[in-house]
């Protein structure tokens, strides 16, 4: 079956310049995560949903990112006003319910770059 | 907070070679644990898991056990293959937490014929 698939795979943009990234997740996957992998690093949490909800919002560095989900499938991530910092890969995974124990699906990420 | 330490890379070895990447981790849970891969090209892939104390995952032949006493998840392999080259990461996801994934800085390993 389909996996997790995200588009952009690029994206280049110019500094104060807003984003959008899509993720769209394995069918029937009720759990979505964000995370964000610089060079060198491992990913870093940035928001949780559960269906149509943010369950954790708390690795969204600043008021600038934000998410949405509105119903409960495709979701996604927005920043504004984009910084040299936020240079980085974009990851989306889904999972099942949630749970801790299972296993979290990977799409092949949005390398975004800011100019 | 939670966290997961795992070693420096690169790793460089060569093919048949046996495999140690070492992975400890700090959590206030029950955490499950996970080793992920990406190859290069690749998005990450889940090589293994294990979601309680003394569990032990395995996947083509990588194996690493859950040990609460030491708070450590090791991945091994008896002999490696110039394919398993790669970036290996550890990670934890506790259900007290969210259930998101605490990743480590990742390890390179690359295997010479």
């Known amino acids: 079956g389909a996996g997790v698939s995200q588009t952009p795979s690029n994206k280049v943009t110019e500094k104060g310049k807003y984003v959008e990234l899509r993720c769209d997740p394995i069918?029937?996957?009720?759990?979505l995560y964000w995370y964000r992998q610089s060079l060198g690093q491992g990913p870093e949490f940035l928001i949780y949903?559960?269906?149509?909800?943010?369950?954790?919002d708390s690795g969204l560095p600043n008021d600038r990112f934000f998410a949405v989900r509105p119903e409960g499938s495709v979701s996604t991530l927005k920043i504004q006003r984009t910084e040299r910092g936020d240079s980085a890969v974009y990851l989306c995974a889904s999972s099942f319910t949630g749970q801790s124990q299972e296993t979290q699906y990977f799409g092949p990420g949005t390398r975004l770059l800011v100019l | 907070g939670n966290s997961v330490t795992q070693m420096e890379g690169p790793v460089t070895l060569s093919e048949e070679a046996f495999l140690t990447i070492n992975c400890t981790y700090t959590?206030?849970?029950?955490?499950?644990l996970f080793w992920y891969v990406q190859y290069p090209g690749e998005g990450l892939q889940l090589l293994l898991k294990?979601?309680?104390?003394?569990d032990k995952g395995s996947n083509k032949g990588f194996e690493a056990t859950y040990r609460k006493e030491t708070t450590s998840f090791h991945l091994e392999k008896g002999s490696v293959q110039v394919s398993d080259s790669a970036v290996y990461f550890c990670a934890l996801s506790d259900h007290g937490y969210g259930n998101k994934l605490v990743f480590g800085a990742g390890t390179i390993l690359r295997v010479k014929s």
């Open positions: 949903f559960q269906g149509t909800g943010a369950a954790d």
């Open positions: 069918s029937g996957h009720t759990a």
């Open positions: 959590a206030t849970g029950y955490p499950s």
């Open positions: 294990a979601t309680k104390a003394d």
